[in-house]
């Protein structure tokens, strides 16, 4: 089963860039990489998903190389309410049907 | 965007006693449903995967007699903890899987006393 692997935790500075690069070497060829964004007692939050290449949206940007082992999450000029946990996952298959397994997430704290 | 809810989002029980979580999809329908626990500080753990109609599929250690699960229709999927107790307070979060992405609801925290 594919395994993700990220920093702990980053800090950074209100209007920075931040990039947070995951690691997943058993990626399988039908896999999709997604990042979600957790606060505090709330449910994860869907950010982006791709599956080669560069995605964006009007959050963040995805970059994954060709051979699809890592990916970066990039989140442009992040502001104190960026600080949040950050889990990147790729979509895993069992017998009930597609699931998504959480890693250890990187905990961002944005600083003014 | 699609939007997964969660009731109660806080619960208060005796050791003893059993609680239900509700989790519905609300603008889409989802055949499939996943149930997470999380403990401070931790990661979100998968407990279980049901089908709309089906038996639920259990992760290892996870107790299905003690955490029943219900998915009777493709928008309502609920999970009982029975005869709870303090060990099982945590953060309860279903999530519900559309056509390509999956959505999560905000949580039922359970405590136990």
């Known amino acids: 089963l594919a395994k993700t692997t990220q920093p702990i935790s980053m800090d950074s500075y209100e209007g920075q860039e931040v990039n947070i690069t995951c690691s997943h070497n058993n990626i399988a060829t039908n896999d999709y990489i997604t990042w979600y964004q957790q606060f505090p007692s709330q449910g994860p939050r869907f950010i982006i998903q791709g599956y080669k290449t560069k995605v964006t949206n009007e959050v963040a940007s995805l970059f994954i190389p060709a051979d699809r082992k890592s990916s970066t999450l990039s989140l442009p000029r992040v502001s104190l309410s960026d600080t949040a946990v950050y889990y990147c996952?790729?979509?895993?298959?069992?017998?009930?049907?597609?699931?998504?397994?959480f890693g250890g997430g990187t905990r961002l704290m944005v600083k003014p | 965007g699609a939007v997964v809810s969660q009731h109660p989002s806080r619960v208060i029980c005796k050791s003893g006693t059993s609680v239900k979580i509700e989790c519905r999809s609300l603008?889409?329908?989802?055949?499939?449903m996943f149930w997470y626990r999380q403990f401070p500080k931790k990661s979100l753990m998968l407990m279980a995967t049901?089908?709309?109609?089906?038996?639920?599929?259990?992760e290892q250690g996870v107790e299905k007699d003690k955490f029943l699960i219900n998915h009777a229709s493709l928008t309502l999927s609920t999970l009982t903890v029975t005869s709870a107790h303090p060990e099982d307070s945590s953060f309860y979060i279903c999530?519900?899987?559309?056509?390509?992405?999956?959505?999560f609801g905000p949580g039922t925290r359970l405590t136990v006393t």
């Open positions: 996952l790729v979509a895993l298959s069992n017998n009930a049907g597609n699931m998504l397994t």
């Open positions: 603008d889409f329908q989802a055949t499939t």
């Open positions: 049901s089908n709309e109609g089906s038996k639920a599929t259990y």
């Open positions: 999530s519900a899987r559309g056509t390509s992405e999956q959505y």
